[in-house]
Nanobody, 114 residues
């Protein structure tokens, strides 16, 4: 059974940093692309960042230069380092494991106050 558990969310001020973690179990982690999505109230879920099994990364334009996705295959964990946070980054952040289908974590709340 695939399980993704996110952690690291919280309430911060604009300009602060947070590091999200997602621990995966029940999958051969190093063959999956791993991604972070977010969903703000009243908005659709959107892709924030993705890292392939080979380590290639891609980011939403809104977070380029501020967020960094990385993975530790030895620990079955993917990270999202978020710097210079803005109020518009406020959302529930979801971890996703992607191969033939997408498996979702339960989400972690990130709130950025101005």
């Amino acid at each position: 059974q695939v399980q993704l558990v996110e952690s690291g969310g919280g309430l911060v001020q604009a300009g602060d940093s947070l590091r999200l973690s997602c621990a995966a179990s029940g999958i051969i982690f190093n063959i999956y692309a791993m991604a972070w999505y977010r969903q703000a109230p009243g908005k659709q879920r959107e892709l924030v960042a993705i890292i392939t099994s080979a380590g290639s990364t891609n980011y939403a334009d809104s977070v380029k230069g501020r967020f960094t996705i990385s993975r530790d295959n030895a620990k079955n964990t993917v990270f999202l380092q978020m710097d210079n946070l803005k109020p518009d980054d406020t959302a529930v952040y979801y971890c996703a494991a992607q191969r033939l289908r997408t498996t979702w974590g339960q989400g972690t709340q990130v709130t950025v106050s101005s």
